[in-house]
């Protein structure tokens, strides 16, 4: 049957396919719009199953704030080739599923997945971009924060961003320059106090066998353990990292110089090359 030109283009503001799939799909629906956005979805699941080993090492890292800067999200759209990663299509797409998870601010990755935009699934809308791209995409990662103050910051690249919450209102740039001290210096938490045990269990294990390895004497194997050990969260943990800005002190003297009050109460960082 012959289809028309204003009926591909209908089908494609519909769905967002190319117009060849639009066409091809009318074709096999004799011209049923409903039976030809089934087509299109299917073959979205077709690709989507053939890419499913594909890496997602691109993409974008988005972050978004309410207008007080109290409630934020980071979310990680992945794709395969920066290609991708830099159309505008992708962009907005990754953006819209940001706004989704600030205005509805749900609990987990899973429960976003599931949170409906124009009457799609945000998942269904994942798999339908995988087969108009021919590239695999996914959401790899979200998460919210609540705080009195939150700023945020994503490297110019959009592969790397962070999310930092305040226990009080301070000026947007000193903010922004923590959270660019954690885009950068990916810290693993925000004191050694709040370090998980597990990771502190690891690395004195690692400081112990090193320390063996070395032919220390037995006596002070536990000695050289815990100074390497406080080593590490100087490096590691946010408040006793140097300040990359100035280089002579650490972000929690900043912070003090600043505001002996403040301090940061958490944040999230996501890379997609980590």
């Known amino acids: 049957m012959e289809i028309k030109a204003t009926e591909v283009a209908k089908l494609r503001k519909m769905t967002g396919a190319g117009m060849m799939d639009c066409k091809a799909a009318l074709v096999e629906a004799n011209g049923d719009f409903e039976k030809a956005k089934e087509i299109i ?16 090492t691109e ?24 290609f991708v990663a830099k159309n505008e299509e992708f962009l907005a797409l990754a953006n819209s599923f940001a ?12 429960e976003l997945m599931a949170k409906e935009i124009e009457g799609s699934t945000i ?50 740039e000193v903010g922004r320059e923590i959270a660019m001290q954690i885009t950068a210096m990916a810290p693993i938490s925000v ?23 070395e032919g220390k004497p037995e006596n002070l194997i536990e000695q050289i353990a815990q100074g390497k050990l406080n080593k590490f969260f100087r490096e590691s943990t946010l408040e006793d990292q140097i300040f990359v800005k100035d280089g002579k002190i650490s972000v929690a003297q900043y912070l003090k ?7 940061v109460t958490a944040f999230y960082r996501f890379s997609l090359n980590d």
Do not use: M, W
Request: charged share 30%; aromatic share 6%; with cysteine.
């Open 257 to 263: 110089s600043v505001d002996p009050e403040v301090k």
């Open 191 to 213: 004191n050694r106090d709040s370090c998980p045990q597990e990771v502190i269990d690891k690395e004195l294990e690692l400081y112990r066998h090193q320390t063996k390895e």
């Open 59 to 82: 993409g974008a890292v988005v972050t978004k704030a309410n207008s007080d800067n109290t409630s934020a999200i980071i979310i990680a759209l992945g794709c395969e080739t920066d």
């Open 41 to 56: 979805r299917e073959k979205g699941k077709l690709v989507a199953a053939k890419r499913a080993d594909r890496d997602t």
């Open 123 to 172: 998942e269904e809308l994942v798999t339908q971009q995988t087969g108009k791209s021919g590239e695999k995409h996914a959401l790899l990662f979200y998460s919210k924060l609540s705080a009195p103050f939150i700023s945020s910051y994503i490297h110019n690249n959009n592969k790397v961003g962070t999310i930092v919450g305040f226990s009080k209102a301070i000026d947007y």
């Open 99 to 110: 706004e989704k998870a600030l205005e509805e601010l749900p609990a987990n990755l899973e």
